[in-house]
T-cell receptor
């Protein structure tokens, strides 16, 4: 079952709100990712978790806070966002092989609008 | 650092015809993987095909095949017998062992016409 699920599908939030995006995979993968994608652009990597530990933070502003409660779940906590943070947020997972990870499987994304 | 270049912002193909999408990459790594992802209007990124750099044989997946030219650092995707459902944005991507990061090209939007 090559499925990554994300909730919610759509989210509208004000700049003072706090919300969370959720991602879940049941493929036994031990690496999980958050990407941000603007329209007509490729995804931009935000965070990587490997074996439930944060291994990469691509200099993302602190208003985005990732969390990996267990090997199947990945959250992205949002607080005090700006309108320019409106985008499609994609979650992905992959199976590490030593220091390597092969193909990543993506969820359907959460379309976030910040008003 | 890796770079991936897709020089065709848009392509068009008639249904049942064949189309080739181009991709070039640059990496100093000896061990890497190359991928083509498809992103239809629904926006879900779908893995189409992958190629291991150490394999000389070109990967194939049903109607999708690649032409991997390692010396030229070229990795093109051929879609045979194009179908309306193939219409999407196609991203070429590379992955080296370093930190498991995918580097994406800018994408090629494929239109399929009747």
């Amino acid at each position: 079952d090559t499925e990554v699920t994300q909730t919610p599908k759509h989210l509208v939030m004000g700049m003072t709100n706090k919300k969370s995006l959720k991602c879940e995979q049941h493929m036994g993968h031990r690496a999980m990712y958050w990407y941000k994608q603007k329209a007509k652009k490729p995804p931009e990597l935000m965070f990587v978790y490997s074996y439930e530990k944060l291994s990469i933070n691509e200099s993302v502003p602190s208003r985005f806070s990732p969390e990996c409660p267990n090997s199947s779940l990945l959250n992205l906590h949002l607080h005090a966002l700006q309108p320019e943070d409106s985008a499609l947020y994609l979650c992905a997972s992959s199976q590490p092989q030593g220091t390597f990870s092969y193909e990543q499987y993506f969820g359907p994304g959460t379309r976030l609008t910040v008003t | 650092a890796q770079t991936v270049t897709q020089s065709q912002p848009e392509m068009s193909v008639q249904e049942a015809e064949t189309v080739t999408l181009s991709c070039t990459y640059d990496t100093s790594e000896s061990d890497y993987y190359l991928f083509w992802y498809k992103q239809p209007p629904s926006r879900q990124m779908i893995l189409v095909i992958r190629q291991e750099a150490y394999k000389q044989q070109n990967a194939t997946e049903n109607r999708f095949s690649v032409n991997f030219q390692k010396a030229a650092k070229s990795f093109s995707l051929k879609i045979s017998d194009s179908q309306l459902g193939d219409a999407a944005m196609y991203f070429c991507a590379s992955n080296t062992g370093t930190a498991s990061k995918l580097t994406f090209g800018t994408g090629t939007r494929l239109q399929v016409t009747l």
